[in-house]
Structures are given as structure tokens and as C-alpha cells.
């Protein structure tokens, strides 16, 4: 193969075999990116090429003829834009690909790209929209085994604009976030980015003033003992840069001094909390706290009282008709209720900062008519570790419904055209993954065998295992590798994942009892009374849990319009992406 090819399309042989070898020949000229039709391939170079910026945003600005100059990412957005403008329509834009494959910093080109294409003077909403990526993934990416900068979390992004393709403002919805990450991850991984950027930025007085000492004190950052926190000084002044560059966007963009300061003291607390010990209590079955001055620390962090924090920690109380009924907890249920406080933390904190977004990029001008949108979806990639959990489960579900539009789009609205036209189209196969998400959604389905074994309060994880061998074995895209406990095999559009049900029932109750909620709304700390007010009230328990993943899941690919809520928007991909798609695929080499 020549390398030669910028449209996959025109291939006279269109087998697997050619079409990777192609890719392969572009990719070591440093041609990194594809056509194949209207989808773009990109190919992650792993460094800096000289293809990107203000040279570059203005050759692909409204271009007429494609095959006049390389194929390029800057091709979607601008495609999308015009589309918007010329149609009146509103425009979409999936990125999509295995993880590591460069989806996130696609994401931000195409962005900045459609940015500057409507930008005709100095905007400060401009600015904005561009600046809020550095924080979101500050808050919301993390290093794996297999990507340093890896999004733990999905997102959806919708741009605004006025007839005449002024941008008015944006939003984003954000989805599954991989809150356990906060409490612990893989050998080789880390927890979220701000963490590492908070112990290489912060000055001696905000350390002190949020009751810090050195990250390797913390179970968070130190989770295997004997791993650097930092690999090295370069490493450690690269997040400190980090960590000021954040400050100075978080300025930018309108968070103010106290609201940055409420920030970083729920990031200490999260810090301090996952530090908690638990001991048996030799006077009863209930445990004690064996370092019980971190309490004092967390309490005055998160400005509550002290001997409530401790009461909420080891105990459960509970009504039963009028008669309030305390429990006391084992060693189990309290490291379980500890972590569900960090996570709880950390996930409507997140949250928060991402409707603070919102509110400062909200539309400006509540007289514009005709308002259009360009929407970017930006998912997790497809994953297959050593250890796969049901992080990784929830991950891979949300790409087999990615890829479910990504045919249905591709080839049965092509094969019904066929069929309108008169012209056959038998010759044509494509593999259909429905079988697949009826497996996860379907009544008795995964999901719901998921969701019935966390009702019960002694359901573990090997009767969950029992539940899907008795429900789920005769599905071909299920097995049960004989002597592997708690494994289960998946065979996804991707390949085929082994995933360990340890700790799925956990996960996927998430609960934070009744007691520590009402130890957190007696906070006098204005941020953390507005993240626990912030989400609808949640009760202890599987069904009140926030983010229940069937909740989030269920449901097939509907082509009509959904209502605007944003779990809807993730996981009905059709009816988010309401307008003819443009696709950019992202590959690893």
C-alpha cells in the first residue's frame, strides 16, 4: 500500500486486510488522519505534529471541495458548522474509539475549531467555552494502565447558535462518572488528576489551611505502597503548572475566591476520609474508629459536628413506625459507608462544577431566534484490562450502544435507501450487536438480575454469579469460565472481556445512609449545604441510589426526539443526536 489514499472508499479492494494496511502506510508518513466516506479515522501519533492551528483553521473554513487538501479533524467541524449555517439544521458530531485512541483531545479540536470559525471578534464566552476542557478533565481524567490522560466519565457537549452562526452559548451533560476511582484503582493507575496537581500547587498557607501534609500520608495517593507519587521533579513541576494554569481558568471563567476555596477544602476532606480506620469493638459488634484525629480534621473541613460525623460513620439509625432504630455497623459496612461518603463527595462536587459551567455559559441573549445547536459526544473508549470490573462493564455497555447508532446509521438507513430505490443491497453484512444490549437490557437481562440481588441485604457477589448462570447461560454472548469464581466472559462487537464480579453488588448500591446525609445538611459550609441540595434527595438503599446503572442503560436506540434530561441524552444516541451525524473515529496503533 502507498499511503497515498485519503478516502478508504476508493479502494479497489474493500477488505479489512487493505484497509488497515493503508492506514498503516498514511500513519508512518505522519498522515494521521483518514477519510472513509463521511467518517474520519484518526490515529493517535503520540506527540506534536505541525497540522493544527491558526494556519491550519483557516484553510478548513467553508471548504468547498474536500479532496483539495488532506483530511483533517478540522474537516468535521468545519463540515458540521456550514451544514448549521447553510441548512438550518441542527448538527452533530460523535467521537468514538478505543481508550487511548486521542477522543479526548479530538473532542477539544473540534471544538476550538468551530470556535474560531464563528468567532469574528473578542468574546469572552469564546474563551470560555475553550478554557473549560483543562478543567473538566483536571476533575474528571485520570492515568490508566494504558492512557495517561484517560476521561472517566462521558460528556455532551451542545454549542449554540444564533441564524446568523454566532455561538449564544453552550452547555454539557455529564454521565458515569467512575467515582470509585476516588477510593481505589488498579495497580499502575492513578486516582483523578486534581489530586496530583493540588500536592504539587498548593503554597505552604492553603496546605495548612486545609489541614494538609504530604500526599504520600494519604491512602488515596498511596494506595500501593512503595509507588512514587511523582516519577520525578520534572514530572511534579509539570502539575504544579497544571494546578496554576486550573486556578487561573477557574478565575477566568467566573468561579470566585470563596467557591475555589470550598473546593479545595471537600478535596482535603475526600482525602482525609478515605484515611479512616476501623477496629472491632471488643464490647460489642459494632467497631471503633482507631484514628479517631482525623475526625476532627474531615469535621471541620466539611463544617459538621464531630461527634455526629463519628456517630454517622459506625452506626445506622433507621425509623421504624415512630421509634428511630440505631444499628451498629461491622467493619465491613463501615469501610463500605466511609468510601460512599468520599465517592458521594466527589461525585456531586463534580457535578456541581459542571452546572457552575453551565451557568456562566448559558445563552446570553434570551431575545435570539431560531436557535441551532452542534452537539459533540464525547465517550469513554472501549476497555479491556488485565482486571476488568464493573467500571469497565458500565464503560463497555455505553460503547455497544455507540456502536448499535454507528450501524444503524452506516448501514440499515444505507440498505433501507437501497430498498426505496429499487437496488439490492444483499450483498451487503454487517455484524448487529442488538442481541448484545438485549443481554444487559432486556427483562431478566443483566441488569435487572443486577438490581433484584442488590435488594437484598445478604446478596453477594457469588450469588449474583449463581443468579446470571441460571438466567443468563444459554445466551451465547454470556459464559461462565469453569473454576474461575467470581469471572464471567462478555463477548462484545470489540472482542470478548473477562470481568470479575468482586464488589459489583457494592457498586451498584453506592448507598450513603440516612445518617451520614443528615450529618452532611446540617453543614454550615455554603458549598457542601449546595451539593447535597443540588441533586434530587436520595434515600439509603438500591433504589435511591443516584446513578443506578439500569436506570442509566435501559432502554433501545430510539430514532424520534427524547425529552432534554441528560442520562437520556447519553444512552439515547439517537434521539440526542438529533441531526444527521458526523463521525470521527479514533485508533490506537
Request: charged content about 25%.
Amino acid at each position: 500500500m502507498s499511503g497515498t489514499v485519503d478516502d478508504l472508499a476508493s479502494l479497489s479492494e474493500l477488505d479489512e486486510k487493505s484497509l488497515l494496511e493503508e492506514i498503516q502506510a498514511r500513519y508512518e508518513q505522519q498522515k494521521i488522519y483518514t477519510y472513509i466516506g463521511d467518517i474520519v479515522i484518526a490515529v493517535n501519533p503520540y506527540s506534536s505534529l505541525p497540522i493544527y492551528g491558526q494556519a491550519n483553521w483557516m484553510q478548513y473554513k467553508d471548504l468547498k471541495i474536500r479532496s483539495e487538501l488532506p483530511p483533517h479533524i478540522y474537516e468535521v467541524s468545519d463540515s458540521a458548522y456550514q451544514n448549521l449555517k447553510r441548512n438550518r439544521f441542527n448538527q452533530c458530531c460523535v467521537v468514538s474509539g478505543e481508550s487511548g485512541a486521542g477522543k479526548t483531545e479530538s473532542t477539544k479540536l473540534i471544538i476550538e475549531h468551530i470556535v474560531k470559525l464563528c468567532r469574528h471578534e473578542t468574546n469572552q464566552l469564546h474563551q470560555r467555552i475553550v478554557q473549560v476542557n483543562p478543567l473538566l478533565e483536571a476533575f474528571g481524567n485520570a492515568q490508566t494502565v494504558i492512557n495517561d490522560n484517560s476521561s472517566r466519565f462521558g460528556k455532551f457537549i451542545e454549542l449554540n447558535f444564533d441564524s446568523n452562526g454566532q455561538i449564544l452559548g453552550g452547555s454539557i451533560s455529564e454521565y458515569l462518572l467512575e467515582k470509585s476511582r476516588v477510593v481505589s484503582h488498579n495497580e499502575g493507575e492513578r486516582s483523578f488528576h486534581i489530586f496530583y496537581y493540588l500536592f504539587a500547587g498548593l503554597d505552604k498557607e492553603r496546605r495548612d489551611a486545609n489541614l494538609l501534609n504530604s500526599a504520600e500520608d494519604h491512602r488515596i495517593m498511596n494506595q500501593f505502597r512503595g509507588e512514587k507519587i511523582y516519577e520525578d521533579k520534572a514530572e511534579m513541576a509539570e502539575c504544579k503548572k497544571k494546578w496554576d494554569e486550573l486556578l487561573s481558568i477557574m478565575t477566568s471563567v467566573g468561579f470566585i475566591e470563596l467557591e475555589i476555596d470550598g473546593i479545595l477544602a471537600i478535596l482535603a476532606a475526600i482525602l482525609h476520609i478515605a484515611d479512616v480506620k476501623f477496629i472491632p469493638d471488643p464490647n460489642s459488634d459494632g467497631v471503633l474508629i482507631q484514628n479517631e484525629n482525623i475526625l476532627g480534621l474531615i469535621s471541620e473541613l466539611l463544617v459538621v459536628k464531630a461527634e455526629e460525623l463519628v456517630k454517622a460513620l459506625i452506626s445506622n439509625t433507621s425509623s421504624v413506625g415512630t421509634e428511630k432504630v440505631t444499628s451498629l455497623k461491622n467493619e465491613s459496612q463501615a469501610n463500605d459507608g466511609r468510601d460512599a461518603l468520599a465517592k458521594a463527595l466527589y461525585g456531586r462536587l463534580f457535578t456541581w462544577i459542571v452546572s457552575k459551567i453551565n451557568s456562566l455559559l448559558k445563552i446570553q441573549d434570551r431575545m435570539a431566534t431560531n436557535e441551532m445547536t452542534i452537539g459533540i459526544l464525547d465517550i469513554y473508549g472501549f476497555e479491556n484490562f488485565k482486571n476488568n470490573s464493573f467500571e469497565q462493564l458500565c464503560i463497555n455497555i455505553a460503547n455497544e450502544q455507540l456502536q448499535y447508532f454507528f450501524n444503524f446509521h452506516i448501514f440499515q438507513l444505507e440498505l433501507d435507501e437501497y430498498k426505496s430505490e429499487g437496488i439490492s443491497g444483499s450483498a451487503i453484512t454487517f455484524v448487529d450487536n442488538r442481541p448484545l444490549l438485549d443481554l444487559f437490557m432486556d427483562r431478566l437481562g443483566m441488569f435487572d438480575l443486577l438490581d433484584d440481588e442488590s435488594r437484598f441485604p445478604q446478596g453477594t457477589d457469588q450469588t449474583l454469579i449463581d443468579k446470571f448462570a441460571k438466567n443468563l447461560s444459554k445466551k451465547p454472548e454470556f459464559k461462565l469460565p469453569k473454576g474461575q469464581g467470581l469471572q464471567f466472559m462478555i463477548t462484545h462487537f470489540a472482542g470478548s472481556v473477562t470481568y470479575s464480579a468482586q464488589g459489583f453488588l457494592e457498586k451498584n448500591r453506592d448507598t450513603l445512609s440516612d445518617s451520614i446525609m443528615r450529618c452532611l445538611k446540617t453543614s454550615t459550609s455554603l458549598l457542601v449545604t449546595e451539593i447535597f441540595n443540588l441533586l434530587p434527595e436520595v434515600k439509603a438503599g438500591t433504589y435511591g441510589r443516584n446513578l443506578r446503572i439500569s436506570v442509566l442503560m435501559k432502554g433501545p436506540v430510539k430514532m424520534q426526539p427524547v425529552n432534554s434530561a441528560a442520562l437520556k441524552k447519553a444512552f439515547n444516541l439517537g434521539g440526542t443526536l438529533r441531526a444527521n451525524p458526523t463521525m470521527s473515529d479514533g485508533m490506537a496503533p
